[in-house]
């Protein structure tokens, strides 16, 4: 790599202030031309806050930013953009109704005397995206249409309008397949060559270390170090992203493995056919006291339908379950509690925890909805069992009557399996349990749902991270295009691979 | 620390302004002080030499308030749900047509009395649960659903009453609206006493939490297994009920049912007294002091506008004006505003406690 020019973005001593917590405690940044940099570290650590401060949302309590070795004070989004830095975030500001150039262009319009220029804005709207590798995309067709990784591709054609020297990517691949994860890289190389400094920030470590030329490593506001990519091992970035080693992951890999050898619980939950048309194909499925069966799948391959029809959340159309081998139908979430199976589902803003409800409120929601509002919990026993899962499952912090709003992503987690625990469940169907959360609360969270089938409870696990699946499962059932196509027993000769051969292997069904 | 008193009196005054209502108390002290400066005796209360009950401009607000109280309170459990209900000034109408149709052709006993009042909650929560229905069954927005009701009703009204403002006798239904138990109006005990009835039981049992559920986040309340139907209908029909008591207190202090003008645009009132008091129309977190609050500075403000004179093709804009101002100062926005102009004002020295 040639040697790094100057700087064009360094950041010094930077301390962010919110009400009681210092987000920020004297970090420095330097952000290269032509460099790829990402920002590590567990969710709370500041990354967003660090960018935050860098695109104006956030103001300083200390520190200076340079841009191109002279101090700006960059304290609106606007003197930001003008400053050169184009954010991207996570829930890219697009408008869904408008199509794909107007989105590209919105404010930048041309303009003529009357009104827009829409031939010429089309045009340059082409041209950008053109410059970005993505001129097979019709600039015409309106963007809802389109899937969501095609969208965040929109969004950076977006920034790249006004020519920034900077472009911020906070977790642009979190919703993204693997093959379109591919595609925004080519985009991010193509960009990096052209001499855009980019801020790359992602909780997937292969992809940081598939696409970053250099990192900066942050722990509770502070800076832990910067480091060229190519020079730190996973294993040392890990370490110094938690403060401590990752002997724990090991050990919980080696603990589930033993715990295959055991004779299987009782049968608890049997599905036969269950069906629901345009959603899920016949699949016949049985959970046993005390095992973990993790579902594995591409995104869209159903296995989030199933969930849903496993606990009532859609109903089932066709096919019969038995529920501890009773004939039952579970037409409902608020059946599906009642006969103690409880999903809770991979939207965890919108489907899960209630941002304005209290941890607490969040906490007995589902116990109070179970027994009817007539009959509330008692003070003493909520209080006892808000408090109990707050120690057991280690919420932080420790604040009861806080918003959930304002934990972290693993917090808001462990808040919502608290609500599920709190039903006493013989069937827990956890749906991405460990997306967007950091790697401390990760492994806390696997340790936990580890606990809970020795403790007896039929566990069924869904993951995007098949590492995740693999290492937890007991079983594994593996989904595509919305049917079973395998089964496997976990042991020690199966990996990841196993189940991606399965799943390549897989091409024509033999009809 | 200073005396015990003082600063536990600050604590509470600095936690009341806190409150959004907080800015709905200060309008009815405003008010009431413009009615002073014109009338240096408006606040005075006497009691009657004749009946020993207490007379004056306040004791006429609290029994002006008591119906808005009713329906406010009604509207924000609806509204606390994500949704609005706008028939309430016509199940008020309905339930003032059935109770004086019914005591037209009745004796004037204290029987028939609370057949009347019985009758006129009945269909009010027949009503209610036409709203539950299209509501939470049907699934219509609560809107539309409740605008059908709002223009139906009135009809209803005219049909049970054959298009006549039906008059009626009955003492003891009289007494409800006009009557003093120790010198203070009765509607004004018993709308005060429905309402506490409410708020203990939702905030005591888990409603208050089942309701904010399903307003901040209809989704997850519903994988959480709320029941979300259910209790739909159980805040569509308290509301109608609350209305239809409204509506008796309306019809009974005058005795006649006025098929056009009884309840007549009381849902935007109502829904202002929600709003005044701090609940969000958006659904979620509800407040049902602050609708009290509310209800008690529109009675305040409508008869303000009477008494200063305002005329009363003016009352609407004078109404819209202080509402506007009081929606404005609770803004976050307009806060926000007067905080920063506070803090980079040059610093005066103010009367705060030093700490030693």
């Known amino acids: ?511 | 620390m200073m005396s015990d008193t003082t600063p536990s009196i600050g604590r509470w005054f600095a936690e009341l302004a806190r409150r959004q209502y907080f800015w709905g108390i200060v309008a009815i002290v405003v008010l009431l002080l413009i009615n002073v400066l014109k009338d240096p005796t408006y606040l005075s209360i006497s009691v009657s030499p004749t009946t020993g009950n207490l007379v004056g401009n306040l004791i006429d607000i609290l029994r002006a308030a008591a119906p808005i109280m009713l329906i406010a309170v009604g509207m924000c459990l609806v509204v606390a749900t994500g949704g609005i209900d706008l028939s309430v000034g016509s199940v008020m109408v309905v339930s003032g047509a059935v109770s004086m149709e019914f005591l037209h052709s009745a004796s004037g006993s204290v029987g028939d009395a609370f057949l009347a009042f019985g009758l006129a909650v009945l269909i009010s929560a027949v009503l209610g649960t036409v709203n539950g229905v299209l509501v939470a069954v049907v699934g219509l927005q609560p809107f539309i659903s409740t605008l059908f009701i709002m223009l139906a009703g009135r009809g209803l009204a005219k049909v049970i009453t054959g298009g006549q403002n039906t008059a009626a006798t009955n003492d003891s239904f009289r007494w409800l609206a006009n009557g003093y138990v120790f010198g203070i109006p009765v509607v004004f005990i018993l709308a005060l006493l429905v309402v506490i009835a409410v708020g203990v039981l939702v905030r005591r049992s888990a409603l208050g939490l089942m309701i904010e559920a399903i307003g901040m986040d209809p989704k997850a309340a519903r994988l959480a297994g709320v029941n979300r139907r259910g209790l739909l209908f159980t805040v569509y029909i308290f509301s109608a009920v609350l209305a239809g008591i409204a509506g008796v207190f309306g019809t009974a202090s005058v005795m006649t049912v006025d098929v056009s003008r009884t309840g007549y645009q009381l849902e935007l009132d109502a829904i202002l007294a929600v709003v005044i008091g701090g609940t969000s129309l958006a659904g979620g977190k509800f407040n049902i002091t602050g609708a009290v609050v509310g209800a008690l500075l529109i009675a305040t403000l409508d008869k303000t506008v009477v008494f200063l004179g305002v005329s009363s093709s003016a009352t609407p804009a004078f109404k819209a004006i202080v509402i506007v101002v009081l929606c404005l100062l609770q803004s976050e926005r307009v806060r926000q505003v007067f905080r920063q102009r506070r803090a980079s004002r040059p610093h005066t020295p103010q009367k705060e406690v030093i700490p030693a």
Do not use: C
Not at chain 1, 77 to 89: D, Q, T, W
Not at chain 1, 157 to 165: E, I
Not at chain 1, 347 to 365: A, F
């Open chain 1, 1 to 511: 790599m040639t040697p790094a020019p100057a700087p064009v973005v360094e950041m010094t001593g930077i301390t962010v202030a919110f009400p009681g917590v210092l987000a920020l405690d004297d970090v420095d940044l330097r952000l290269f031309p032509g460099e790829v940099h990402a920002i590590m570290g567990e969710n709370g650590a500041g990354k967003s806050t660090l960018v935050k401060a860098l695109t104006g949302a956030y103001q300083l309590e200390r520190g200076e930013i340079r841009i191109d070795g002279v101090v700006r004070r960059l304290t609106t989004p606007v003197e930001s953009a003008a400053a050169g830095i184009a954010p991207v975030y996570q829930d890219s500001h697009l408008v869904p109704n408008l199509s794909v150039a107007e989105n590209v262009m919105l404010g930048n319009e041309t303009r003529r005397r009357f009104g827009i220029n829409w031939t010429a804005t089309r045009r340059r709207a082409a041209d950008m995206l053109g410059q970005l590798g993505l001129d097979d995309l019709d600039p015409r067709v309106r963007l809802s249409v389109l899937p969501p990784a095609i969208q965040q591709l929109v969004a950076i054609a977006r920034a790249m309008v006004g020519a920034p020297r900077v472009l911020v990517l906070d977790e642009p691949t979190s919703s993204l397949e693997p093959d379109e994860v591919d595609r925004l890289f080519a985009v991010v190389r193509r960009l990096r060559d052209r001499g855009v400094a980019i801020v790359f920030i992602s909780h997937f470590l292969e992809q940081v270390y598939a696409i970053s030329d250099r990192m900066t490593v942050l722990r509770n506001g502070r800076r832990e170090g910067e480091y060229l990519t190519k020079r730190l091992d996973r294993a040392d970035l890990i370490s110094k992203m938690i403060g401590k080693d990752i002997a724990g992951l090991q050990a919980l890999g080696s603990q589930r493995q033993s715990h295959l050898h055991e004779p299987l619980g009782g049968e608890v939950y049997r599905a036969a056919s269950l069906a629901r048309r345009g959603q899920m194909e016949p699949i016949d499925l049985t959970l046993h006291r005390g095992e973990i069966v993790g579902l594995a799948g591409l995104r869209g391959s159903g296995r989030t339908e199933l969930a849903y029809l496993m606990s009532g959340a859609e109903r089932a159309d066709s096919g019969a379950l038995w529920i501890d081998g009773r004939r039952s139908t579970i037409a409902t979430p608020r059946a599906g509690l009642r006969h103690r199976v409880a999903m809770s589902s991979e939207n965890r803003r919108v489907e899960g925890v209630i941002e304005d409800l209290s941890v607490r409120d969040n906490i007995v929601l589902a116990l109070q909805a179970l027994r009817g509002w007539a009959r509330p919990i008692t003070r003493e026993e909520r209080d006892d069992l808000v408090d109990s899962y707050i120690e057991g499952l280690g919420i932080r912090p420790a604040a009861p009557d806080t918003p959930v709003r304002y934990l972290s992503g693993g917090a808001q987690q462990k808040v919502l399996l608290a609500r599920w625990l709190a039903t006493r469940p013989r069937v827990l169907i956890l749906d991405e349990p460990t997306r967007g959360v950091d790697i401390a609360a990760k492994l806390d969270i696997q340790r936990r749902v580890a606990q809970l089938a020795r403790d007896g409870v039929a566990v069924v696990f869904i993951s995007s991270e098949l590492e995740e699946v693999v290492r937890l499962s007991d079983r594994i059932v593996v989904l595509k295009d919305r049917e079973k196509i395998g089964e496997i027993t976990n042991g020690p000769g199966v990996t990841v691979d196993t189940i991606v051969e399965l799943i390549a292997a897989d091409h024509e069904p033999s009809e």
